[in-house]
């Protein structure tokens, strides 16, 4: 009877987590509406969870536990306000309306706005005035309904560090006052830019862990997805917004491929392209075709038909490498930048040749902002590679291994580096 209790209690626990993970951001989304500070609205959601787990176990998972959930927090609201000193006239007002409203017309008030409070909550989380740090866990914190301590195992940092990162990042939007709105005109395009560069973050370090013993961290790339699904359905005349979520979709479409039978590494050219999600792909080709109808010439639309180029090839001989330079060369235009550039390098050597490619990587060498970019020797080592150049090869992979903190790639790098001395001393 008790073994049996305690795994009831462990499903019920499991099926929390699940229904937050669904839930949070509509119930934060709500609270902050309702009190007007996004991090006094987390806290409220996260006693109503705590509630959850202690009640559910007993009492079972109610028929609308997202309902529940904003009903807990919006009573320790009311609670809150009431033990509160020197309550302004507002706040007087805001509790008389909670206290006095019912259940029902509560909950109806919060369906018909709840994708606006989303929006206006994805919007908070991301604001520039939080450091790029923060911004990305305050986003897994309150739009994602991650943990702490989840949210650190997945960036491989203490957890109180991310700890440290969420309360700054609350105390400095309570500080600066920001509102809880959707920005309009250019303040609009600014915000949406560093939302979507921070849900693109989360994504790589996902699909391209940049420490640790793994090459990937699924979970966080499916965040990552799902963050950017609910931003297209909150903002679908974005062209940008259907561009970053055609991108991971065909990106993310090629995981199962990305690695080998020991958890190495496999390369684009050397991928089993059997293995890649149609699905996925599908997604993403729908997604590139609506950023495209509404006029998507932003750096993730172009991203993402040059990723359509390779998914839609059946083979890697197959792959439009003229079409892939030819876009990478757009994207110059559109964001000039040392990593495009060298990007659009690889396609060049794959369009014209190992040579043509070499030329444009060697003009980066001196680029100050990537003298610590591993990507930089890793490619001049390839090109070099190919041009029978063994000994130069193999300096400039033994360089990229020591630049990179991900294991595997460290792995991959140093294979190529023996690879190179091997052909050397074959000569």
């Known amino acids: 009877m008790t073994q049996r209790a305690g795994t009831h209690a462990r499903d019920t626990h499991r099926a929390v987590d699940a229904v937050w993970r669904?839930?949070?951001?509509?119930?934060?989304?709500?609270?902050?509406?309702l009190v007007r500070d996004v991090g006094l609205a987390e806290e409220l959601a996260q006693d109503a969870l705590v509630?959850?787990?202690?009640q559910w176990p007993q009492t079972g998972i109610p028929n609308n536990p997202g309902a529940w959930l904003m009903a807990v927090g919006k009573r320790r609201a009311i609670d809150l306000i009431r033990r509160r000193?020197?309550?302004?006239?507002?706040?007087?007002?805001?509790?008389?309306?909670?206290?006095?409203?019912t259940d029902d017309e509560f909950d109806a008030a919060v369906e018909e706005t709840i994708d606006d409070d989303i929006?206006?909550?994805?919007?908070?989380?991301?604001?520039?005035?939080?450091?790029?740090?923060?911004?990305?866990?305050?986003?897994?914190r309150v739009l994602g309904g991650l943990r702490t301590?989840?949210?650190?195992?997945?960036?491989?940092?203490p957890e109180p560090t991310v700890a440290q990162r969420i309360v700054r990042a609350k105390k400095t939007l309570a500080d600066a006052r920001v509102p809880f709105e959707v920005p309009q005109g250019a303040e609009r395009d600014a915000r949406l830019a560093s939302v979507l560069e921070v849900i693109y973050l989360i994504f790589n370090e996902g699909y391209s862990a940049t420490a640790g013993d793994d090459w990937l961290r699924p979970a966080l790339c499916d965040e990552a997805l799902r963050l950017g699904r609910v931003l297209a359905g909150l903002a679908p005349r974005e062209p940008e917004v259907h561009g970053l979520v055609a991108l991971m979709e065909i990106q993310a479409s090629r995981s199962a491929a990305r690695v080998g039978p020991s958890g190495e590494p496999v390369l684009l050219l050397d991928q089993d392209r059997s293995r890649w999600d149609r699905i996925l792909i599908g997604r993403g080709l729908a997604a590139l075709e609506r950023a495209e109808a509404l006029g998507g010439l932003g750096p993730y639309a172009i991203q993402a038909a040059?990723?359509?180029?390779?998914?839609?090839?059946?083979?890697?001989?197959?792959?439009?490498?003229?079409?892939i330079a030819a876009l990478y060369q757009v994207l110059a235009r559109v964001q000039p930048s040392p990593?495009?550039?060298?990007n659009?390098?690889?396609?060049?050597?794959?369009?014209?040749?190992?040579?043509?490619?070499?030329?444009?990587?060697?003009?980066?060498?001196?680029?100050?902002?990537?003298?610590?970019?591993?990507?930089?020797?890793?490619?001049?080592?390839d090109l070099l590679f190919k041009l029978h150049r063994y000994a130069e090869a193999r300096v400039e992979f033994e360089r990229a291994a020591s630049m990179t903190r991900n294991a595997r790639e460290q792995a991959l790098l140093r294979d190529r580096a023996i690879e190179s001395a091997e052909r050397l001393t074959d000569r």
Do not use: Q
């Open 119 to 140: 929006l206006r909550l994805v919007f908070i989380s991301c604001h520039p005035v939080l450091s790029t740090d923060a911004r990305v866990a305050l986003t897994l």
């Open 85 to 101: 000193e020197r309550l302004d006239r507002k706040i007087d007002e805001l509790g008389r309306d909670l206290e006095t409203a």
């Open 339 to 342: 990593v495009v550039e060298l």
């Open 306 to 323: 040059i990723a359509a180029c390779h998914a839609r090839a059946t083979t890697a001989e197959a792959t439009n490498w003229g079409r």
């Open 149 to 157: 301590e989840e949210i650190a195992r997945a960036f491989l940092v």
């Open 344 to 381: 659009r390098a690889v396609a060049v050597a794959m369009a014209d040749g190992a040579g043509a490619g070499l030329e444009i990587v060697d003009r980066l060498v001196e680029e100050p902002t990537l003298k610590d970019y591993h990507l930089l020797p890793s490619v001049r080592g």
């Open 22 to 33: 669904i839930e949070s951001a509509r119930v934060v989304g709500g609270l902050t509406r």
């Open 51 to 54: 509630a959850a787990l202690e």
